[in-house]
């Protein structure tokens, strides 16, 4: 159910705690308690426990092929590798259970489940809850821009992770629910994970699975992942918090990237909007560093609040909210990430294989779905499973680490002075000239794909035509940003170039161990340029 809100502006509430303790499941509780880690992020005093340890002695016997920590969205590729015979356990904390809230994504990037044969198109076409056209990219005074067919599919996550379950349950696959991830210890032949939590020890839950493989499925707060990043402070933040809701005048359009103020609070605002099936979903999200003085989740969604009026054109009287969204996405410019231990593998999220200009989550663990699940089943066939064979399934990738540069001009840092609609002006002309130059510079770069020729074409005319506006980037950026940004833009070329040599070689070899590190490079090269994307 959906409650109608009503304000009272009395005893100095405010307008989050008001909205949100009224919708079900009070997430102003869960706000608190995400906030409460979001100043443990930014004070830097976060206790990292070691959870992984290597022992010397090999296990008696190891049961499973594969043990998947994380389960909403470990079961793609659970379902994935279980599908080719391997014997997979997967752990889930609570129950496996998708979220009410829609995924976005691009029909084209959807069709992946269908290629690998893990849903019919019958059982996609169930799964997808709404579909929209066109969305809107819109900077403070700039011109207005209208793409169709972006990120226009909202994917039940409840209908998509049932058929995924029971695909998995089907091909033999061994789901543990209720079941937390609490240590893992490295065998020479196999990793045997504890599990429920230490003030559970004897609690049902607790026991162990061993496996030959250790997939970390756990996302940003993995405690794997805190462990091999050894509690350090991220190198940049995405802050979101939205609400779905019904009540909207308007409703049939969405937007991927628009601002509608200047800089305020050390920070410029961008929003988004989705047509939802039981409403609309509207975001407010921000780029910044974790510096202590930055503001809270709470102080967002006020702003969030005061700025949705004139945002939507609504009152916020009118609205009846249905969700609250929230949360933060640590960035780390060591990624994707390489787990020092044999038979350990990070992936999605916990790994850090997304942009920082991205969310993470659910596209980008999509959008690696394939070339994950061919590169754990040629290890797995091969034997390949020390820490050096399995950081070729997270190889570096300049396409991504170009993106820093957007995403540090993007932000202000906290001591720094920028005329209030710098950022509005330079983003709006960048987008202007992509589109200028066509959907085949545009769309990749809005479905987080960039590649050498698009930028470079944007590089070039934006120079051309607006040299003094790239020149005003230099001082905000930083002459170090830039020079990093420059070795990671040769990379990408070098990467475009020698990805279309590769296609255009037989590169077979001798032996398995041979053919698996040929295959990693060419997954390199072609995920590392780009080359995935298609039109």
């Not at 696959?173 to 893992?184: I, M, N, R, V």
């Not at 091969?382 to 170009?402: C, F, R, T, W």
């Not at 990379?491 to 170039?497: I, K, P, R, V």
Request: aromatic share 10%; with cysteine; hydrophobic share 40%.
């Amino acid at each position: 159910p959906a409650y109608q809100v009503v304000f009272f502006y009395t005893g100095g509430m405010n307008n989050t705690k008001q909205i949100l303790s009224d919708i079900p499941g009070n997430p102003w509780l869960g706000l608190q308690k995400a906030d409460q880690l979001w100043t443990r992020y930014k004070a830097g005093s976060r206790a990292v426990r070691a959870v992984v340890t290597e022992q010397a002695d090999p296990l008696p016997e190891v049961a499973y092929d594969v043990v998947i920590c994380g389960g909403t969205l470990g079961i793609l590729l659970g379902a994935a590798l279980a599908a080719r015979g391997w014997k997979v356990a997967l752990l889930e904390r609570g129950e496996l259970r998708g979220r009410d809230q829609e995924w976005n994504i691009s029909r084209r990037e959807l069709e992946t489940f269908v290629q690998m044969g893990l849903l019919s198109e019958d059982g996609l076409a169930a799964a997808i809850a709404s579909q929209y056209n066109p969305a809107r990219i819109t900077f403070n005074g700039g011109n207005e821009l209208w793409v169709e067919d972006v990120l226009n599919i909202g994917v039940d996550p409840v209908s998509l992770l049932e058929q995924l379950k029971q695909k998995f349950l089907a091909d033999g696959g061994t789901l543990l629910e209720q079941t937390p991830f609490a240590s893992a210890a490295v065998h020479p032949n196999g990793v045997t994970v504890q599990t429920g939590s230490a003030e559970n020890a004897g609690a049902e839950n607790a026991g162990s699975v061993t496996a030959r493989l250790l997939i970390d499925a756990m996302g940003h707060f993995s405690p794997i992942a805190q462990q091999a990043r050894n509690g350090e402070k991220p190198d940049a933040v995405c802050m979101v918090v939205g609400t779905c809701a019904k009540g909207y005048d308007d409703n049939e359009t969405g937007d991927l990237i628009v601002s509608f103020t200047p800089i305020q609070n050390q920070c410029q605002y961008f929003w988004e909007a989705f047509p939802a099936r039981d409403g609309r979903t509207t975001y407010l999200f921000t780029y910044l560093d974790a510096d202590p003085s930055r503001p809270s989740l709470e102080h967002l969604f006020e702003d969030y609040f005061a700025l949705l009026p004139e945002y939507q054109n609504v009152s916020l009287e009118q609205l009846e909210f249905v969700r609250a969204l929230f949360g933060f996405f640590p960035c780390y410019k060591d990624s994707p990430l390489q787990y020092k231990w044999d038979r350990t593998l990070a992936v999605g999220d916990s790994s850090g294989s997304q942009s920082p200009l991205s969310f993470g989550g659910f596209g980008a663990m999509v959008r690696h779905l394939e070339r994950l699940t061919m590169g754990v089943d040629d290890a797995l066939k091969a034997d390949l499973l020390d820490s050096k064979a399995l950081g070729q399934l997270q190889p570096y990738q300049p396409n991504l680490s170009v993106t820093w540069l957007f995403q540090k001009s993007m932000s202000v840092g906290v001591e720094q002075t920028l005329p209030p609609n710098k950022i509005n002006a330079v983003l709006s002309t960048i987008f202007d000239d992509m589109a200028a130059l066509g959907d085949e510079v545009l769309r990749p770069f809005l479905q987080d794909v960039v590649q050498f020729p698009a930028l470079a074409k944007t590089m070039l005319r934006t120079s051309m035509r607006h040299p003094a506006l790239v020149a005003s980037i230099l001082p905000q950026v930083g002459v170090g940003a830039i020079a990093d940004w420059t070795r990671h833009f040769l990379s990408l070329g070098s990467y475009s170039l020698f990805n279309k040599m590769e296609n255009a070689v037989d590169t077979r070899k001798t032996t398995d161990k041979k053919q698996y590190y040929a295959d990693r490079r060419r997954d390199a090269l072609k995920y590392g340029s780009g080359g995935d994307y298609e039109q």
